[in-house]
């Protein structure tokens, strides 16, 4: 069961009395992004001869590895039916922090790295106090907070940039397992812990029940401020593995990291067939929506297309997979989530 | 200032507390005058009271696009886009067909209400979020209007339009008198046309207007539509003061196309707005990023005082809405724009 849906009642009592047809349904949500990918797969092997060479490959592993764990610190504000609008600002925070602390201050790498990932939990976390306990619009709050930490990376950085580090860091981007880089196996780590994280903690089905039906969860004695602050630290948290995930293949950190994630970070979750009104998502999905969207990128670019016709393609895609993922509501005949 | 706000026919009567809200906006505005006007010499000076105006026509129009599709619940991310599309259309029918200006500038708002019409279609057609949507299209939009002109600005504008930048009437920019009459018919409609009430009924609740026999996908299609052609009336106004097309005109317009809106007043949860509240609120807005220049705040720091007025106007909006929100049981944890 790759598909996570919140603990409702139907749900369970309809899994009791037939279960292989919800089995075949929640197969049938993962195909929404298999089918695509393997069409995808058959029609770049023709247009494109050279497509498949093993440096394509390896490209588009890294590429949709980033991508995965954008897409999945996406996936936990999605959870709860809320966005995250400042995810790149705390990934581009988080990063340069790590930059600064393994070069500036010269310390070893594990520090550096659980530094900035403590600042994205904590920008995460501020993020989820202000929205859960003090009731503020999570769009607003979340769109006002990309620039206030853009601003304050900005302000204290001074748009510095940091390159070639030091040690086993410098060689973690490039270095390969059987051929596979190391990026695509970090990406695969991080989605079995989400996958685990909406499977099998408490946490995680909190927030996929906060997601499905606040009011419900609020009568389950699920504390949804705590769930909704859980939920964006753990978005944070995300973000800035995405950062060092993303650092480790450029070599490189400036102020402009992660410019361009905000709308992959919604594609690849919506792909993989999470609900944007919360309640509904899948890990695994997102993986294979991250793949999808780099294939797309990958394949204009290998037909020569223009990188902004690229962007009008990914916001095809976007449009596309929410009208899918509506029409499949409807012939489940499952209620609209509201 | 008691009757500047326009609210749903369903709550009674624009009450004290939003009345209010315009008053403080005044006593701000013109502590932040006095006060730049004493302690700098240059802000009081012809020039800079004709760059602030000019600034102000265009924020005031961004603010009050945006407010249309708030009124009715819901949001516009493509906003910006859309205006980059209106734009470029304009001044491509300008400098390469020949058109006359005023036929081409009202090519450039029809281009901007049909970005925004398909935007409202596909929302209300297929029961979509306007979140998702307009993000997406705003990628689809800008994407177009860059791949078009090779990310290249449009030179060579007849000196008709560029001039509409730059002159005045009686001291007054004429931007800024372009901009009043969008912000005027604006009024006007939500407050005599049938539509705009209809509109207004939708944002303050949704299933019971439904239920009365008004189509989502009419007031979708509708405030859409409106938030793209005010849009491209900000983008063809605000190309005309910069002398050349660029494809990328709207590109820094998100957030105070939020701002301006939300702490003039307007409720994130649909059901009332305020035009007053909203050009006041884009003086602010004008007033603040002319004092950033005047004090030589480090421009690194620039986004972050952007981020805290975003943030704060949050927190008004919170107060205000705890004061209307009254028995609206769904607004306490549907996000705007997140439909269905």
Same mark, same amino acid.
């Given at each position: 069961?790759?598909?996570?849906?919140?603990?409702?009642?139907?749900?369970?009592?309809?899994?009791?009395?037939?279960?292989?047809?919800?089995?075949?349904? /929640?197969?049938?949500?993962? &195909?929404?992004?298999?089918?695509?990918?393997l069409l995808l797969a058959a029609v770049l092997a023709v247009v494109t001869p050279n497509f498949y060479s093993a440096y394509t490959m390896r490209s588009i592993a890294t590429q949709a590895g980033i991508f995965t764990v954008v897409g999945l610190a996406q996936l936990t504000a999605i959870s709860i039916g809320q966005m995250n609008l400042a995810l790149p600002a705390m990934s581009v925070s988080a990063g340069m922090l790590f930059g600064y602390v393994i070069k500036d201050a010269e310390a070893p790498f594990l520090v550096a790295a659980l530094l900035a990932i403590s600042c994205g939990?904590?920008?995460?976390?501020m993020q989820g106090a202000l929205i859960g306990y003090l009731h503020l619009n999570p769009f607003i709050v979340t /769109?006002?907070?990309?620039? &206030?930490?853009?601003g304050l990376m900005l302000g204290i950085s001074r748009g510095a940039s940091f390159s070639s580090f030091p040690g086993a860091f410098g060689e973690m981007g490039a270095n390969r397992f059987i051929g596979v880089p190391y990026i695509a196996i970090y990406a695969l780590v991080v989605t079995a812990c989400a996958y685990l994280l909406f499977n099998k903690t408490v946490s995680g089905r909190e927030m996929l029940a906060v997601g499905a039906s606040p009011r419900a969860a609020r009568f389950s004695a699920i504390s949804v401020p705590r769930t909704i602050l859980k939920a964006h630290a753990c978005s944070g948290v995300l973000a800035a593995l995405a950062a060092l995930i993303a650092v480790a293949d450029l070599g490189t950190v400036d102020t402009s990291l992660g410019q361009s994630w905000l709308l992959p970070s919604f594609a690849a979750p919506v792909l993989g067939g999470a609900v944007l009104t919360g309640g509904r998502v899948s890990a695994v999905g997102t993986a294979l929506g991250a793949v999808l969207l780099v294939m797309v990128g990958t394949g204009l670019v290998t037909m020569g297309v223009n990188q902004y016709w690229y962007q009008v393609g990914l916001g095809v895609i976007v449009l596309a997979s929410v009208l899918i993922g509506r029409a499949r509501n409807r012939l489940g005949e499952e209620p609209a989530p509201l | 200032m008691t009757t500047m706000l326009t609210s749903a026919p369903t709550i009674a009567r624009p009450n004290a507390r939003h009345a209010r809200t315009g008053g403080w906006l005044v006593a701000v505005n013109l502590a932040l005058f006095v006060w730049l006007a004493v302690t700098q010499d240059a802000y009081l000076s012809d020039r800079n009271i004709q760059t602030l105006l000019s600034n102000l026509s265009i924020v005031a129009l961004i603010g009050l696009a945006q407010m249309v599709v708030i009124a009715a619940g819901e949001l516009n991310l493509a906003l910006g886009a859309a205006g980059s599309l209106s734009a470029l259309a304009a001044c491509s029918l300008m400098v390469n067909v020949g058109v006359p200006v005023p036929l081409a500038m009202a090519a450039g708002v029809v281009t901007g209400a049909m970005c925004g019409a398909f935007n409202g279609y596909v929302i209300g057609q297929f029961g979509l979020s306007s979140f998702i949507v307009t993000l997406a299209t705003a990628s689809v939009f800008t994407g177009v209007a860059l791949g078009f002109s090779e990310a290249q600005p449009i030179t060579g504008l007849p000196t008709g339009f560029v001039d509409l930048g730059h002159e005045t009437v009686f001291g007054v920019p004429r931007t800024l008198l372009l901009a009043a009459i969008a912000a005027v018919a604006l009024a006007v409609f939500f407050r005599k046309c049938g539509l705009g009430r209809q509109i207004l009924a939708y944002g303050g609740n949704s299933e019971a207007t439904e239920l009365s026999g008004l189509r989502r996908l009419d007031v979708m299609v509708a405030v859409q539509a409106i938030s793209g052609a005010v849009a491209g009336w900000a983008a063809l106004l605000l190309t005309a003061q910069i002398g050349q097309g660029q494809p990328?005109?709207?590109?820094?317009?998100?957030?105070?196309?939020?701002?301006?809106?939300?702490?003039?007043?307007?409720?994130?949860?649909?059901?009332?707005?305020?035009?007053?509240?909203?050009?006041?609120?884009?003086?602010?807005?004008t007033q603040v990023g002319s004092a950033i220049v005047f004090i030589g705040l480090d421009p690194f720091w620039?986004?972050?005082?952007?981020?805290?007025?975003?943030?704060?106007?949050?927190?008004?909006?919170?107060?205000?809405?705890?004061?209307?929100?009254?028995?609206?049981?769904?607004?306490?944890?549907?996000?705007?724009?997140?439909?269905?």
């Open positions: 069961m790759t598909v996570t849906d919140a603990p409702n009642e139907t749900q369970s009592s309809t899994a009791d009395s037939r279960p292989p047809i919800v089995a075949a349904a /929640l197969r049938v949500e993962l &195909l929404g992004v298999i089918v695509p990918l939990m904590m920008l995460g976390a /769109l006002g907070l990309a620039s &206030l930490y853009t | 990328d005109v709207g590109r820094d317009w998100l957030l105070p196309s939020f701002a301006a809106p939300i702490i003039g007043g307007t409720l994130l949860a649909g059901g009332s707005l305020s035009v007053t509240g909203t050009c006041l609120a884009a003086l602010l807005l620039v986004q972050f005082v952007q981020g805290t007025i975003i943030v704060a106007a949050a927190f008004f909006d919170r107060t205000r809405g705890r004061a209307g929100r009254r028995a609206r049981s769904s607004a306490e944890t549907t996000p705007m724009g997140v439909g269905a």
